[in-house]
């Protein structure tokens, strides 16, 4: 009986696995290191750097987990004989978080990056049971001794896509914006692109929709679907897989913006541009770091200027003016001479919130729960 | 709003409910047939992954959309086959095997999938059949929808004229409402519950390639995100009547569609309590459906997960 | 009596889950090959990161105390013939009764805090299996489909009161509700995370296996899972007692819930459970509902379970390669069983 299941279970796999040969490697799980074959896995003892990476979605999602792995990848092309690194994915932000950080420490990690929020209270925990460890938590705001944290400007090129969007279509200044949950990273972002569009054009409107989970693609794409309905120009897709929105766009004739990777390939006719984590470079940054032995907890953040975040290549639709506009911006912002949140800034009820002259400190960012003028619809 | 406008929502609204409803829908006409037959599958979820993994790796292998809908089909009836074999030919308990089927699919889709993550494709794109597309309303809820929304109407009413006016749908109901009885009459019980499983698991499969392949056009790790669970209860609300089971997914929806037009139109609400009402009216149904089953005739499958260890005949 | 004779003898399930644990090793390793990864080393890799030292065992038995609590959800209503399927919902309706003593009542004194929150954990959790009980003893209404809807209530409720009336205004706005106070968490061992919630459940366990072997209650419990009509003619009361198993199984499983919430999370926030509910409702059925065996079964899937980080870890598989070894096993385990019990039987 059993064996009749089994060859059931393997008609099944054989069925559904016209195994591709980039398969594994195209994602990233594993990347041949040794000539006599892959190995995978910390190398404990080796005198190279052993770093792990934990997320909490798959790293297939060429969104936010995607981004994060390819950091990871880029860090190992890049020190290739001086790191060794290992991702475990889909940790869920429960007990399991501790049980994995705490074995990649046994197996011999030396340093973890948790990219999620969601694992600060776990981070600090096994920050504390495992001094010899360097952790770094993303978007974090508590540290120890041996726990930093980091994170990038993302709101730079939210803004500069704002400028874009608002500059491709002069005539319909009328935008979507699909989040996940109504929480400061998000808003960073809608409240950075609406404040670029509006630099452009008075009338620049950006009208929310948020599905309320991180990962369901039909809601996503329903999402933008009402948003065309409503006849806007284009959508931003701030998701953890940005990818249904984008084809969702594209296949509704409007424009697409969207976060954490660059997603050209899926709206070949409407892609504008979007805003793209530099974790390459920021995850080679930090383990020279501990390398080096110059690490310390402090927090780890930049924007332009350190190459820690990036604007996604252009589309078709967007004319080189605008193209020059926008690299003109980023070195602006690069160089210091333009601050996206400067003031005076109106939040969506007309209320001045930052006077003309001052701009928003980073914390006052990180813990946006308002929205400016011209987003319509964000839930308060 | 203009009365124009008003128009062009609700018929957005309407076209909507009807497209998201779709994979729902063909997942919970499937498990209607089961449950009448008396095998209640807990896998829904599971079976719709494999189907919506196994359609986009199909079509992308070999560029044939209608291939790539019968395989995700025919892999996730393959699938539910285990669900028989524990459920029917071993007289197993039907619950836990349900269960753990929806585990073992979401993580074979997700292991077996991972090469078609990203991996753009040729979905299934609008088709308007001509005669549809002149009448008034209809026509305008039905133009640009893609052919998978017809075939589960037509998959409706197919089910509802096996399960009512056939022979093998009294074999059917016979198998779910008295197998013993059944059985005594020269009901073939075991084989109609292991038809009915495996048709179901098809169902559920076409509802999974109705999802990656026509509405979003894209595999993810559980995209059903919780569909296949929904499809449970609406069957439940639908009082296991096919067309009550196509109007109830297309009323859920159109919940689920109108969910976005609110917050575009401004209108603020608690999300997460509007998302609960399906749930509780799956509940308010389901006692309506057992306490009326006892006076009048029966509505709930009078066998449904019980199981029946008579001989094969 | 009926009930036990209706069981086949201990040794049967012992092979059944030899012969089940043997046929996920074996998937596993077809699996395995197709994926050029040694199939030996990588299922040694995933046995010693399960029970292969102090910190694996440590982190099995971490995993087993919810594990077993929600096993335990679903063996006290299985033994009175019903499938609890609510496990999950109870498990967070635990978590969110606990976290509305740490939010409505910050001020309480320090002593009565841990039995307020425990006690508010259980009533919420037993509310939540009382309620598809009452309606399964009251009118017949099946408790599978009402427990998997109240899931999903559970649910939903949960991620209303996160991100609207309980959100903590200092969280920088995530959905997270205010820490729980010290005094609220429930005491845990050395700097592990194993806590209370372990004495808790092999307390439970111990007095539902004499309860059921020694008591009259007992005895109507195996009666009613027998024959209900029987039972009913010999004067026990079937309607309450299912009700009362459901919300002693809630209670069971809203432990669990306040051990996450208290202890692992130390708030509330969406997320919180990841599918404890619906494994401690197969592990409880993979040992046929027997008290004897549920701590023995909720130690060796822990440590499968945690040993099976190995699988991404040491072998750099994706993730999903856990839910099939996990599925494969479920699966197997009951069809050895079912099989053998009907070469038992004919």
């Known amino acids: 009986m059993l064996k009749r299941f089994l060859t059931l279970f393997v008609v099944l796999a054989v069925l559904g696995c016209q195994q591709r040969p980039d398969s594994q490697e195209a994602q990233g799980t594993a990347i041949p290191q040794s000539p006599g074959g892959p190995t995978y896995g910390f190398e404990k003892g080796s005198p190279k750097l052993q770093v792990g990476f934990i997320t909490v979605g798959p790293t297939s999602d060429f969104g936010y987990n995607y981004q994060h792995n390819q950091g990871r990848l880029a860090l190992e092309a890049a020190m290739r004989d001086q790191v060794k690194t290992v991702l475990v994915e889909n940790v869920p932000e429960t007990a399991e978080v501790e049980r994995v950080m705490q074995r990649m420490a046994a197996e011999g990690a030396q340093l973890i990056f948790a990219t999620s929020y969601g694992y600060l209270d776990s981070t600090l925990r096994v920050a504390q049971k495992t001094p010899n460890v360097t952790f770094m938590h993303c978007l974090g705001d508590k540290s120890a001794p041996n726990l930093g944290t980091y994170s990038a400007s993302l709101w730079e090129p939210a803004y500069v896509a704002g400028v874009v969007a608002a500059m491709t279509s002069p005539k319909n200044p009328h935008f979507g914006f699909v989040g996940a949950h109504p929480i400061p990273p998000v808003y960073w972002i809608l409240n950075a692109f609406t404040l670029g569009g509006r630099s452009v054009n008075k009338a620049f409107t950006v009208d929310t929709v948020f599905t309320n989970s991180w990962n369901d693609p039909a809601a996503e794409t329903e999402a933008v679907k009402s948003l065309a309905d409503k006849k806007v120009a284009g959508v931003y897709v701030l998701v953890d897989s940005p990818i249904a929105g984008v084809q969702a766009a594209e296949r509704a004739g409007i424009f697409a913006l969207a976060q954490h990777a660059d997603l050209s390939t899926f709206a070949p006719k409407g892609w504008l541009t979007g805003s793209v984590w530099g974790w390459a470079k920021l995850y080679e940054d930090v383990a020279r770091s501990v390398i080096n032995k110059t690490w310390t907890n402090r927090h780890v953040t930049g924007g332009f200027k350190e190459g820690y975040v990036a604007l996604a290549p252009f589309g078709p639709a967007v004319n080189s003016a605008t193209q020059k506009r926008a690299h003109d911006l980023v070195t602006q912002i690069a160089s210091g001479r333009l601050n996206v949140f400067a003031g005076p800034i109106k939040d969506s009820k007309g209320t001045i919130r930052v006077t003309a002259g001052k701009a928003l400190t980073v914390p006052e960012i990180l813990s946006f729960d308002w929205v400016v003028e011209g987003v319509r619809g964000a839930q308060q | 709003m203009e009365s124009t406008d008003v128009g062009l929502f609700l018929v957005s609204l309407f076209a909507g409910a009807i497209r998201c409803g779709t994979p729902i829908a063909f997942a919970a006409l499937g498990e209607t047939l089961s449950e009448k037959a008396g095998i209640l599958n807990l896998g829904i979820e599971g079976l719709m992954l494999v189907g919506a993994m196994v359609a986009v790796a199909v079509q992308v292998e070999t560029g044939n959309l209608w291939l790539a809908v019968i395989a995700a089909g025919l892999s996730s009836a393959v699938l539910a086959s285990i669900h028989a074999y524990v459920a029917v030919g071993l007289g197993g308990n039907q619950v836990v095997s349900g269960i753990a089927l929806s585990l073992l699919g979401a993580g074979l889709s997700g292991f077996l999938g991972r090469p078609y993550v990203g991996i753009r494709f040729d979905g299934i794109g609008a088709w308007t059949p001509p005669l549809i597309s002149d009448l008034p309303v209809v026509g305008q809820l039905f133009a640009s929808q893609d052919p998978l929304v017809y075939v589960c109407v037509v998959a409706a009413v197919g089910i509802s004229l096996l399960l009512f006016h056939s022979r093998f749908g009294l074999y059917v109901r016979a198998a779910g409402e008295d197998p013993q009885a059944a059985f005594a009459q020269g009901v073939p019980v075991h084989q109609v519950r292991v038809i009915a499983v495996l048709v179901g698991g098809f169902f559920a499969g076409l509802g999974g390639a109705h999802l990656s392949l026509a509405y979003t056009h894209l595999w993810a790790e559980r995209m059903t995100a919780g569909q296949g669970w929904i499809a449970a209860g609406l069957v439940i609300v639908a009082r296991w009547r096919p067309a009550a089971v196509l109007a109830a997914a297309y009323l859920f929806g159109g919940l689920t569609v109108l969910h976005p037009r609110l917050q575009a139109a401004g209108v603020s609400f608690s999300p997460y309590l509007v998302s609960m009402f399906p749930y509780l009216g799956a509940i308010l149904a389901l006692v309506l459906a057992t306490v009326a089953s006892r006076g009048r005739g029966p509505i709930l499958p009078a066998a449904l997960a019980r199981s029946f260890r008579g001989a094969w005949s | ?346």
């Open chain 3, 1 to 346: 009596m009926i009930a036990r004779i209706a069981r086949p003898a201990w040794s049967h399930w012992l092979r059944a889950s030899a012969i089940a644990i043997g046929g996920a090793a074996l998937a596993l390793s077809v699996l395995l090959l197709m994926v050029g990864r040694s199939p030996a080393a990588t299922l040694a890799a995933v046995f010693l990161n399960g029970f292969g030292s102090q910190l694996a065992w440590v982190e099995t038995v971490t995993r087993a105390v919810p594990l077993l609590l929600c096993a335990l959800a679903t063996a006290i209503p299985a033994r009175a013939g019903l499938f609890n399927i609510g496990v999950e919902g109870q498990f967070i309706a635990g978590a969110i009764g606990a976290t509305s003593v740490v939010v409505l009542g910050p001020n309480l004194p320090a002593g009565l805090m841990l039995p307020a929150v425990t006690a508010a954990a259980m009533a919420g959790g037993a509310l939540w299996g009382w309620l598809p009980g009452l309606l399964r003893g009251l009118l017949g209404v099946s408790e599978v489909l009402s427990g998997l809807m109240l899931n999903y209530v559970a649910i939903f409720l949960m991620e209303h009161l996160v991100h609207g009336p309980w959100k903590d205004p200092h969280a920088l706005g995530w959905p997270y509700s205010i820490a729980f106070p010290n005094a609220a968490v429930l005491p845990r061992l050395g700097q592990t995370n194993i806590h209370l919630g372990l004495l808790f459940g092999l307390a439970l366990t111990l007095a539902a296996y004499v309860a059921l072997r020694s008591t009259t209650w007992g005895f109507s419990v195996r009666l009613t899972a027998a024959n209900p009509r029987l039972a009913r003619r010999a004067g026990v009361r079937v309607g309450l007692l299912i009700a009362l198993t459901m919300a002693l199984g809630g209670a069971a499983a809203a432990l669990a819930g306040l051990g996450e919430v208290s202890v692992i999370q130390g708030r509330l926030r969406p997320g919180l459970s990841s599918g404890l509910g619906y494994a401690g409702f197969l592990v409880s059925f993979a040992v046929a509902n027997r008290f004897e065996f549920l701590v023995p079964a909720t130690l060796l899937v822990a440590g499968l379970y945690t040993g099976a980080d190995a699988l991404q870890l040491t072998a750099g598989l994706p993730s999903a390669t856990v839910d099939i070894f996990m599925g494969v096993l479920f699966v197997a385990t009951f069809i050895a069983q079912e099989a053998g019990k009907r070469r038992g039987d004919g």
